[in-house]
């Protein structure tokens, strides 16, 4: 199965990803908003033209509410379709135009360089982070880039058990599971130095974060853990209608012994500026 495949396998359920992201809220350590936090003390006020990659439901642009000009237009790419009208309504909500395309990173070579004051990406680089060079392209030399990702131990606790519960069941694991490769392309580990290449500055903020679970919401982690099994599962040569099972129960008896679960949800912001083009580039 192609990782466009396996994305969509995860996403294509729009409600199911609506219910995990509330979740992830509700049970997260660090009350804080990420993307509000990512936000915090930009002058944003003149920005007209906002490109949000990888915009899901628009969560992002969601938080642009007060922040830039009235007269803004705010384009939000994906490669699911079924996201466009809670995308739009996100753009209502923050009181500016929106357009959609569910065409992917691709449109991007369409758009005429400097093109964008303002582009955000929150959980989605690490899907293409070779888009990279075109995002310096299309920012405005004054313009700002956000990106949000994870850190590299994310879900630690998470992965851990899954490969233990692979050596119980005398299953092959001793390569990474699709998840690490996925959040490893881009994560805080590696992100600065993909992007100092393509920006004069770049401001790092860590945002600490744990998903807490107790005995009684254990129910709620497996729905958690279920959303996400594609990008734990696919390609990997595992049978996941044998496997999910028994990770399932592995995680209700862990939960048992130790009066819940606790899961690594760290995440990192990027704050970039200054877009070098491509004949800048060293």
């Not at 996100?90 to 569910?102: E, H, L, V």
């Not at 949000?148 to 606790?157: F, P, Y």
């Not at 819940?260 to 800048?280: H, M, N, W, Y």
């Amino acid at each position: 199965m192609s990782e466009q495949a396996q994305i969509h396998k995860v996403f294509d359920d729009v409600q199911a990803h609506l219910r995990i992201a509330e979740l992830i809220r509700r049970f997260s350590t660090n009350r804080r908003d990420v993307r509000r936090t990512s936000l915090e003390g930009l002058d944003l006020k003149d920005c007209r033209q906002i490109l949000d990659l990888g915009c899901a439901f628009g969560s992002f642009t969601d938080k642009l509410e007060g922040r830039v000009s009235p007269d803004a237009v705010a384009t939000g790419v994906d490669v699911i379709g079924g996201y466009e009208p809670l995308f739009l309504a996100a753009c209502r909500r923050a009181g500016i135009r929106g357009r959609f395309f569910s065409t992917g990173t691709p449109i991007l070579e369409t758009f005429a360089d400097r093109t964008f004051d303002l582009i955000l990406c929150s959980y989605a680089l690490y899907f293409f982070p070779e888009a990279i060079p075109e995002i310096a392209r299309l920012l405005h030399p004054q313009g700002t880039f956000v990106a949000i990702t994870h850190q590299r131990q994310n879900a630690a606790e998470m992965i851990g058990l899954v490969k233990r519960v692979l050596d119980a069941m005398g299953l092959f694991h001793e390569r990474d599971l699709p998840l690490e490769n996925i959040t490893g392309r881009f994560s805080s580990g590696n992100g600065e130095a993909l992007l100092t290449p393509w920006f004069g500055k770049i401001h790092v903020i860590d945002f600490p974060n744990k998903l807490v679970f107790s005995k009684q919401d254990i129910e709620h982690f497996l729905d958690y853990c279920r959303f996400k099994s594609p990008l734990y599962f696919t390609d990997t040569g595992l049978d996941m209608e044998a496997v999910i099972p028994a990770v399932s129960e592995q995680i209700r008896r862990a939960a048992s012994e130790r009066n819940g679960i606790t899961v690594s949800k760290d995440d990192c912001i990027f704050i970039c500026a200054l877009p070098k083009s491509r004949q800048e580039k060293p």
